[in-house]
């Protein structure tokens, strides 16, 4: 079946960087993605990987796939207060729906 | 356009009593989809239409729930005879059709049965 797991939380000090991970299963996957959920505020894509792709870097963050090990990573650099958020990992299903199956999500907290 | 909008935003309702949310995605958005988000966890698929057809929907909506988009454009999601165990955000997004499209989410209509 398909499953998504992350690690629930993660505390940082501003500057540093972070290092958010998610194990899934349904090698079938096509696309990966790393959403961003804010209090209040509704989830925002932040980036996405293809499954034939390693390593995908946009500005501060960096996504590596390792497709073998089912294993995906999103890392913030320069970690900033407002990266404060609840990330969560999402995998795209086998079928061509756009359905998508999330992680319970990973609390970053950034202590300044 | 100013993306997914969700209506209510927040509801209280009295056990057994039934509910209904609205949906109005991003015009021309022909997908549409529901999730469920409960304390602690992330968003679980409950159902999706391309245009007004209802084209999957997951176990996890009970007879008690149904969706429909009767126009292809807002859809609703009506909860019948609400149980404490209903109580959570429910949230809509929508895209357009293809392997790989961004997903937009509302902000969500948060549900607490009393």
Known sequence: GEDVEQSLFLSVREGDSSVINCTYTDSSST??????????????????IFSNMDMKQDQRLTVLLNKKDKHLSLRIADTQTGDSAIYFCAES??????KLIFGQGTTLQVKP | DTGVSQNPRH???????NVTFRCDPI???????WYRQTLGQGPEFLTYFQNEAQLEK????SDRFSAERPKGSFSTLEIQRTEQGDSAMYLCASSVPGMNTEAFFGQGTRLTVV
């Open chain 2, 58 to 61: 997951s176990r996890l909506l």
């Open chain 1, 31 to 48: 696309y990966l993605y790393w959403y961003k959920q804010e209090p209040g505020a509704g989830l925002q894509l932040l980036t996405y």
């Open chain 2, 11 to 17: 509801k209280i309702t009295k056990r057994g009593q």
């Open chain 1, 93 to 98: 299903t086998s079928s061509n729906t756009g």
């Open chain 2, 27 to 33: 015009s021309e958005h022909n997908r549409l989809y």
